[in-house]
């Protein structure tokens, strides 16, 4: 007989957003098997996405706080308190370095590694692929795994079941229905959608009401300001280009020589010496903006002397096949994307036709002696920009993540469990470009992007009740560039994970949990629903709390709640009238005179029926 699990609660995908919800699920009493296909946890945190990607400073989930702080305290404690270590794990000046948290790949192992074996209740099970699903009507029942290691396959019964992988292997298996690539301009009627040619400029700070202190987040200092002729919004099977986030150092004592690859072909990587400002039409391997000066030039996550994560060496069109391959081949594309990289740095350092300050400012990086040292000083994973995307009981479009029409603020969602606030963008979707644009595909509506409400029917599938899908979560690719950030799956996770174990305790599937039972759950643990500018969770005021209850609820038109202004007659009257006719209950009373808008939800939650 194989060997056999059983737990409450399943994961698939030992990512960042799949360890929060393992923890999350076993803080709250249940008990977990987690399950990941490679021996080195923590997805892209500890593969080469060292950086909090996100521009909102505000609490939004306990646990995305909790590891925050934990990488500021691996920091704190290994290079001092005056390091720039330390410094960079904190958010800079956001009108003068912009700099968002940044730490080492082998921080972001440790801290999720320490994160993870602090729950007893939880078992890791790697490197394990999923082999198979068992199901019954409904309801998903187990799972088999194939070990990559050679060990015995293990069968796994659980209660319910997250997805948190970066490729949607559990929700495919299962049955659901999913979407790969772009829809076109038509489906959704999205201005965006589809085969579009664009070209991003960096002359201001997008989005201006960042800038002009109207929308409390960072700000981005490019923007996609040019469409071209030639888009047609034709829709394709075509994903947004991967790459390889190697770590380079050039601390003589900590320098690994770039190794060339064997299969080395320098005549990929040519249209870097193209004169870019008189680049013809046609196709190339290789963004136009690629690298010209040197890895620091390009590089997130930076500490002294080391680039943690490298993000110039996209591979546009070879990662064709990833999103629905089995894993041997993706372990082959996963292979050639790393040669890529390593030959695009060989190429730069080496190549006789490169300009020669150019060659020697690269030839003084190296792969870092102290990073990735059980694979070579490469990662395991590349970045999986996007694969396989849930069809779900709600699909979000471009059209959740802009202001709505006549309002300074997007479109509510009642059920709404986490919110979005990365711009929407996307890297090469293929390598045709028109005179002028970038690659295919290359797009970042910074200008236009504000924070999206998440639902949670957007986190199950059709079929299934008791399958949670936080992270290939129901969307289009526009929409996609908004949610495929780190920290926002982290909060999604740690959402799905206290519904998971809400239903647990209800003894029901996690699709037929009460909407404002489970909204009321995630605020009492801290878990932001909705964007505010104003509005601090982590303080755990009950005002706070009302105040995201209803603004998922059309009672606010800006992202400003403004709790402490006092309460004119006509937004007494519309929230009243809201109340009566969307939430069917009567206008609360006034505890006092003078009615704060504040007071007035607060007492309006306070009359919800007891949970």
Request: aromatic content about 8%; proline content about 7%; glycine content about 10%.
């Amino acid at each position: 007989m194989h060997p056999t699990h059983s737990a409450d609660l399943f994961i698939f995908g030992a990512t960042p957003a799949g360890i929060a919800a393992a923890v999350r699920a076993a803080r709250e009493g249940a008990s977990v098997v987690l399950a990941g296909v490679h021996s080195r946890i923590g997805g892209m945190w500890s593969n080469g996405v060292q950086v909090f990607d996100t521009l909102c400073e505000q609490h939004r989930s306990p646990l995305l706080s909790e590891i925050l702080g934990r990488i500021q305290e691996w920091n704190r404690q290994r290079f001092g308190e005056d390091s720039p270590q330390y410094a960079n794990s904190f958010f800079g000046d956001r009108f003068v370095s912009g700099r968002r948290p940044s730490f080492t790949p082998q921080c972001g192992l440790e801290v999720l590694g320490e994160l993870l074996r602090g729950e007893k209740n939880v078992t890791l099970l790697a490197p394990y692929e999923i082999g198979g699903v068992l199901r019954r009507g409904r309801l998903l029942t187990g799972v088999r795994l194939h070990s990559l290691s050679g060990a015995e396959p293990v069968e796994v019964s659980a209660r319910v079941f997250l997805d948190t992988s970066y490729e949607g292997d559990l929700f495919a298996l299962a049955g659901a229905e999913y979407r790969v690539g772009r829809e076109g301009r038509d489906e959704f009627g999205e201005p965006h959608a589809g085969k579009i040619f664009a070209q991003r400029g960096g002359s201001g700070r997008h989005p201006a009401d960042a800038v002009c202190g109207r929308l409390n987040l960072r700000t981005f200092r490019l923007t996609t300001t040019e469409i071209f002729s030639g888009s047609t919004g034709e829709g394709d099977r075509a994903v947004q280009s991967y790459n390889a986030r190697i770590a380079l150092s050039s601390q003589p004592e900590n320098r690994v020589p770039v190794p060339r690859p064997a299969d080395y072909d320098r005549t990929r990587y040519l249209g870097l010496l193209a004169d870019r400002s008189r680049e013809p039409e046609g196709r190339y391997p290789l963004k136009s903006d690629l690298l010209f000066g040197g890895p620091e030039k390009a590089s997130l996550g930076s500490h002294v002397g080391k680039v943690n994560g490298w993000n110039s060496a996209n591979y546009p069109e070879a990662n064709r096949d990833y999103p629905e391959a089995d894993w041997p081949t993706r372990f082959t594309i996963i292979r050639r994307h790393l040669d890529h990289a390593l030959g695009l740095l060989h190429f730069l350092q080496s190549d006789p036709e490169m300009p020669a300050d150019l060659r020697a400012r690269n030839a003084a990086w190296g792969l870092p002696a102290d990073e990735y040292r059980e694979s070579g000083h490469l990662p395991v994973e590349i970045y999986v920009r996007e694969a396989r995307r849930l069809v779900g009981r709600v699909i979000l479009t471009e059209h959740d993540a802009v202001l709505e029409a006549g309002r300074e603020r997007t479109r509510d969602r009642a059920d709404s469990v986490a919110f979005a606030e990365w711009p929407m963008d996307s890297h090469d979707c293929s390598m045709e470009r028109v005179a002028g644009s970038l690659n295919d595909g290359i797009i970042l509506l910074t200008e236009l992007t504000r924070p999206a409400s998440i639902p949670f029917r957007s986190l199950l599938p059709t079929g299934i009740d008791n399958l949670i899908v936080p992270v290939c979560l129901s969307c289009t690719h526009l929409f996609w560039g908004t949610v495929r950030v780190e920290p926002t799956w982290v909060h999604l996770a740690e959402s799905a994970a206290l519904a998971a174990t809400l239903a647990l305790r209800m003894d029901c599937p996690p699709a037929a949990l009460p909407t404002e039972r489970l909204q009321r759950h995630l605020l009492a643990n801290g878990i932001g629903l909705t964007f505010f500018n104003d509005v601090d969770l982590s303080t755990g005021d009950e005002t706070a709390r009302a105040a995201h209850f209803w603004g998922c609820r059309g009672f606010f038109e800006s992202f400003d709640a403004r709790l402490s202004d006092p309460l004119d007659d006509e937004t007494r009257q519309r929230w009243s009238d809201r109340l009566r006719t969307a939430c069917g209950m009567a206008s609360p009373p006034p505890p006092s005179e003078t009615l704060t808008r504040g007071a007035f939800l607060l007492a309006a939650f306070r009359a919800l029926p007891p949970l």
